[in-house]
């Protein structure tokens, strides 16, 4: 009779012990407070900056304001409110979503096996690849053009690695200048001190249209890498990452996504690219 009463209890507890370990204390907390927090880099146009009066905008942000709703319908809250957190560097966006400081980060975040070996990424947000921008009075339209160039670029990013690899396997001898911010190479490229500014083309394509005048910069239409983008959570926090999944995959499944790629690149003139309409049509995934 005790064994019975021992199987029995094990039977009970077990599934409420499976229940705990699982519980999210994200979306814990999120339905206690009623507080998102993202973290954002604020000089990565068209992905996540900052408009005229302050606020964070961009195609990202637009991601995380359609994930923030989607988890304010499941936790039954009346309204939930964002709180945005400026990131710059990749070391400070890693360790402010490592260590809980945002909930989720939403910019332009390439996802690579050693980020993910201390944050999780959410399903695929974008596809891009390095590029250059150049001043159209000193043009570098082709990779082959970099050759004996001064190079901009931001330290400690994929773009970086991914251009010394190729000037390694191409044998060019090119210059690079690291910077700190997608700012900064855009001011050393106006002043002439750079020959081009190598980011992601993605991020590119908003710094040239947010400056005064587009017609000035010429871009390489080719790529030296290739970028896939994703949002960065909290390693382990599966309930939360699958929520904010479930809201992009639904978000895929709409046609309301291609009228966000379009106002954020397609009035730039940039149109949708194959391996972007495949990226958001193999992750419409179904529930």
Not at 69 to 91: Q, V
Not at 112 to 141: H, Q
Not at 168 to 194: F, S, Y
Not at 254 to 262: E, G, K
Request: proline content about 3%; charged content about 25%.
């Amino acid at each position: 009779m005790l064994r019975k009463l021992i199987v029995v209890l094990c039977t009970l507890v077990y599934p409420l012990a499976a229940n705990a370990q699982s519980a999210s204390p994200t979306l814990e907390r999120i339905a206690e407070t009623g507080e998102f927090r993202v973290g954002f880099v604020p000089d990565a146009p068209p992905m996540s900056f900052l408009d005229q009066n302050g606020a964070a905008i961009g195609y990202s942000i637009d991601l995380c304001r359609q994930i923030a709703s989607s988890i304010r319908e499941e936790a039954g809250l009346d309204e939930i409110e964002l709180s945005f957190t400026p990131l710059i560097s990749m070391e400070d966006r890693l360790s402010a979503v490592e260590n809980g400081i945002v909930d989720i980060e939403c910019g332009a975040t390439t996802v690579t096996l050693s980020r993910r070996e201390r944050v999780d990424f959410t399903l695929m947000t974008f596809i891009t690849g390095g590029a250059v921008v150049s001043r159209r009075a000193k043009p570098i339209y082709g990779l082959d053009d970099l050759d004996d160039k001064t190079i901009a670029v931001v330290g400690g990013t994929t773009t970086e690695d991914a251009l010394r690899d190729f000037m390694t396997l191409n044998e060019m001898d090119i210059e690079l200048r690291r910077i700190e911010t997608h700012d900064e190479g855009m001011e050393l490229l106006d002043d002439r001190k750079v020959d081009g500014y190598a980011s992601d083309r993605a991020m590119l394509i908003g710094q040239v249209f947010r400056s005064a005048d587009a017609a000035n910069y010429a871009l390489t239409q080719s790529v030296f890498s290739f970028e896939p983008y994703s949002m960065m959570t909290r390693r382990g926090d599966t309930e939360f990452r699958l929520a904010a999944d479930r809201a992009l995959a639904a978000l895929y499944r709409t046609a309301r996504i291609r009228r966000l790629y379009q106002n954020w690149f397609g009035r730039h003139g940039e149109p949708l690219s194959p391996i972007v309409e495949a990226m958001y049509e193999f992750q419409a995934v179904g529930e």
